[in-house]
């Protein structure tokens, strides 16, 4: 392995077949049938990893493209891309201020286990540039479970900082925990299509509602 994929911080993570990353997540089926209905076809996989949602998103049709900061991750998706035969699009992106797509340009984007990797100032700044690359009447869709690394904050060396539910990893990236409260609020501009949050587990979906000048 090279030195640029060594020092990968995700590279761990990616390797083999570690916590599903070849499987797309069980919601998929149902998002599918539900953009399908709702005249979805541009998708961004925000921060994709291995592209397991990607891949199985776009052999139901729609147009994906996905990017994460991981070369690794962006590696693994492009060998299942070219074994699925998928369509999908992938990118080696670590975006600092804005993401690299046109102003409402996707139909739909879909983040599962993203955003929360930061602190409140850059999650605002991600809800922030996610609406922009959206269209109006546009969806976003979030899952997460956040439940074992909640519970094992203290064992994986997290430390608390000043902010309510965010904590800093012994290497150096944020975690952010969010309560029910901060997804019913923090998305200014949508409304909420569909809740479910149970114990730091949930999914979201959510629809653009109010232009870029409101």
Same mark, same amino acid.
């Given at each position: 392995m090279?030195?640029?994929?060594?020092?990968?911080?995700?590279?761990? *993570? +990616?390797e083999g077949n570690f916590l599903g990353q070849q499987s797309p997540s069980r919601s998929m089926k149902k998002l599918s049938i539900f953009f399908k209905a709702n005249t979805v076809k541009r998708i961004l996989?925000?921060?994709?990893?291995?592209?397991?949602?990607?891949?199985?998103?776009?052999?139901q049709g729609f147009e994906l493209t996905g990017f994460d900061g991981s070369k690794m991750a962006i590696e693994k998706a492009i060998e299942g891309?070219?074994?699925?035969?998928?369509?999908?699009?992938?990118?080696?992106?670590?975006?600092?201020?804005?993401?690299?797509?046109?102003?409402? *340009? +996707?139909?739909a984007v879909i983040a599962v286990r993203a955003i929360y990797q930061a602190d409140i100032q850059r999650i605002r700044e991600d809800i922030e540039e996610i609406r922009r690359v959206t269209r109006l009447r546009g969806y976003l869709y979030?899952?997460?479970?956040?439940?074992?690394i909640w519970s094992q904050r203290k064992h994986w060396g997290q430390t608390r900082t000043s902010e309510r539910g965010t904590y800093i990893h012994k290497d150096g990236s944020y975690y952010h925990y969010f309560t029910e409260r901060e997804l019913r609020t923090f998305f200014k501009g949508y409304r909420i299509v569909r809740f479910y949050f149970n114990d730091r587990k949930f999914y979201v979906l959510y629809q653009r509602i109010e232009s870029q000048d409101c």
């Amino acid at each position: 392995m090279d030195k640029e994929a060594s020092r990968d911080p995700y590279q761990a *993570y +990616y390797e083999g077949n570690f916590l599903g990353q070849q499987s797309p997540s069980r919601s998929m089926k149902k998002l599918s049938i539900f953009f399908k209905a709702n005249t979805v076809k541009r998708i961004l996989d925000f921060y994709c990893g291995a592209g397991r949602n990607s891949i199985f998103l776009s052999n139901q049709g729609f147009e994906l493209t996905g990017f994460d900061g991981s070369k690794m991750a962006i590696e693994k998706a492009i060998e299942g891309q070219r074994n699925a035969k998928s369509s999908a699009s992938f990118q080696i992106f670590n975006y600092q201020h804005a993401l690299p797509y046109e102003d409402g *340009y +996707y139909d739909a984007v879909i983040a599962v286990r993203a955003i929360y990797q930061a602190d409140i100032q850059r999650i605002r700044e991600d809800i922030e540039e996610i609406r922009r690359v959206t269209r109006l009447r546009g969806y976003l869709y979030l899952e997460s479970d956040q439940r074992t690394i909640w519970s094992q904050r203290k064992h994986w060396g997290q430390t608390r900082t000043s902010e309510r539910g965010t904590y800093i990893h012994k290497d150096g990236s944020y975690y952010h925990y969010f309560t029910e409260r901060e997804l019913r609020t923090f998305f200014k501009g949508y409304r909420i299509v569909r809740f479910y949050f149970n114990d730091r587990k949930f999914y979201v979906l959510y629809q653009r509602i109010e232009s870029q000048d409101c």
